[in-house]
């Protein structure tokens, strides 16, 4: 197997990039694992837990210290960052297919802040609920909301962004910046209002952290994200077809309302989860899908699960940064894929110019 | 094909006005008419783009009633221009055909189409970076790879047109209109909105010539294409001469300045 992915040539002959994206796949599997094994070993308490994994791995006894540090401290970081890295990303790279529009993104066009503002509300007027529904819904009352407040902004998003199956561009970013802002302004009120445990709980919220990760914050999670993610087979091909735009879509047999409708759930679930459980994280949904088209092309069929891993590995290896850069105090890990992020979007935003109606 | 009553308002105008149309398998039918006429507007009604009040039928079956997949089963729809959001290569979007018909098997029907349509060795070409009328074929060769086989258990499959030569030059227009032909004369049917008169007169059955949102005349070319009709729905005098060896119609236009009085 070949680690070069081939573009396509005029007169060349046949290459079938779907042969490449399931290569790609495996690559992006042993990346995956990779990462995820350096990101098990490198931390704050320095590297000792090498020797851990290796005791580990030859079924010796561990200190009671790495035993915390590696079961209690980096494993469910390590679960959060794959559950937020690939829903970030898969829910940037069905956006972007729902919208036809590769600048589409949850964090951009005020998804995530209408998630993060409904995660607020839960946080903050979570107490005044009567103690029967706090107890039925328990550690999900916070995910589930801010399921609720993606699906309102993607909705609310859609109406205002697309008429007549065409999504116009500068409409959908600039009604993203006014839902972000009036969700922003909202969000500022609830945290006047919050108490000070409240405020320890909000204050990772605007950079976006992996810091607070338990495997409380992981269970919750956990059923949303699979559930937005195994939609994604599903979805695929209504999402190639709509690269044709809405009508030729509905002509080539599918069924684009039901392609919508699903779509806009598993984005507003995705988000809903990764910002409940990690704040606002920036530019993942937009570098990784980006990317991923550029080397395979934008078959959603691949697409989307190789989004998921490469989601995944970018989160783990950002959170890396984040965590070891000014060790032993942290860095949010949004400044990490904001610093990394902003200028793919410039540069997609560049070679973009005056085409498709921009 | 029928459609009965069809009544279509845009905003506060009333763009068609209790059309009545049909189409015959095994026959090309031409919708033509001057701009505004309400052509392409009665192709979208009966496609289903836009809201609309009437029936339409589709081998004796209401549309209304039929999914979406049964209807790709039935019926291809060329669309006049399409853009394609992604970095889709050519071989990509002809596919997109494959998976909605009921060819899903025949993996090398996208390379055929592709060949009919006089795009050959263009499988890997990026989308985005054809001219405007090869983008038009790909499109054709993608809707041909969904509907195939012009009959399929006895029933016909339409192939729907909107311009479809509109940005081609002259040779490929007789490569697209002589594929109608093709498909009309293996049994499927054929519905055009055409612009040129001329390869109207050439290769079409039946023509439907629109006016002001109503249908103002229809039948054969010769019966429709008259200097009467065409001077009173496109308001310039077009004389229609015939050709001396089978009679087809064809028009010679001729500028104000140069007219032969």
Redesign the interface.
Known sequence: MSLTIEM?????L??D?RVQARQLTVILVALLAATSVLSLAWGASGTSLWGALVDLAAGRELSRLDSIVLFDIRLPRLCLGILVGASLAVSGAVMQ?LF???LADPGIVGVSAGAGLAAISAIVLGAFLPPAIRDLTGNYLVPVSAFFGGWGSTLILYRVSTRRGQTSVATMLLAGIALGALAGALSGILVYMADDNQLRDLTFWGMGSLAGATWTKVLAATPIVLAALAVAPFIA?GL??????E??A???????QRVKNISILSVAAATGAAVAVAGGIGFIGIVVPHLL?LAT???HHSLLPNAALLGASLLLAADMIARTVIAPAELPIGIVTAVLGAPVFLWILLKRHG??GL | MQAFDIEVVLGKSQVLNGVNFTAKPGEVTAIVGPNGSGKTTLL?AM???IPYSGKVLLNNKNVAGL???Q???L???Q?QS????????V???VR??L???LSAAEKELPLRALEKVGLT?F????Y?DLSGGEQQRVQLA?VLT?IWRPVVDGAPRWLILDEPVASLDIGHQFTVMDLTRDFSARGGGVVAVMHDLNLTAMFADKVVLMDAGHIAAQGSPQSVLTDANLAQTYGCPLPVCTTPHDGTPFLLPQARHARVT
Do not use: C, Y
């Not at chain 1, 509905?250 to 684009?256: D, F």
């Open positions: 396509p040539k005029r007169g060349s046949p290459v990039r297919g036809r529009n590769p091909r190639n077809g709509l690269a044709l735009g009508a030729a509905g002509h080539t047999g599918i069924s684009v088209r092309g934008p078959d085409a498709m | 979208r496609t289903g783009e999914k979406p997949w209807l790709a089963a019926r291809g729809v669309p399409t853009t394609i959001a992604f970095p889709f290569t071989l990509e979007i997109l055909g998976t909605a018909g060795g499988g890997n070409r990026m985005q993608r969904q």
